[in-house]
């Protein structure tokens, strides 16, 4: 089993920063790739960016420029940087784990592991 955890949400206002982060623990094996989705009330959950075991990451356009998403294997640990929010951001933002490849990362059914979530809240 594997558990992701994820932490660093808050209330910021616009044109500030947050970094977000999830802990993986359970079974020790690697990932094929971690994502960041998020889910704003009365929304459908979205794709937010991916990292790769092989380091290669993507972005949604919404969010492209001002998220960076990083990872620290020695840590099993996975970022989510976040400038220059816009209130639009504002959502439940959850971690994902695909242990194994079935399709795009861009979506929600590649993976198969989630956190709780976070809330980032981000005020004009």
């Known amino acids: 089993q594997v558990q992701l955890v994820e932490s660093g949400g808050g209330s910021v206002q616009a044109g500030g920063s947050l970094r977000l982060s999830c802990a993986k623990s359970?079974?020790?094996?690697?990932?094929?790739?971690m994502g960041w989705f998020r889910q704003a009330p009365g929304k459908e959950r979205e794709f937010v960016s991916y990292?790769?075991?092989?380091?290669?990451?993507a972005y949604a356009d919404s969010v492209k420029g001002r998220f960076t998403i990083s990872r620290d294997n020695a840590k099993n640990t996975v970022y989510l940087q976040m400038n220059s929010l816009k209130p639009e951001d504002t959502a439940v933002y959850y971690c994902?784990?695909?242990?194994?490849?079935?399709?795009?990362?861009?979506?929600?059914?590649?993976?198969?592991?989630w956190g709780q979530g976070t809330q980032v809240t981000v005020s004009s």
């Open positions: 994902a784990d695909a242990s194994r490849l079935r399709g795009t990362f861009y979506a929600t059914g590649s993976y198969d592991y």
């Open positions: 359970g079974r020790t094996f690697s990932s094929i790739a």
């Open positions: 990292i790769t075991r092989g380091g290669n990451t």
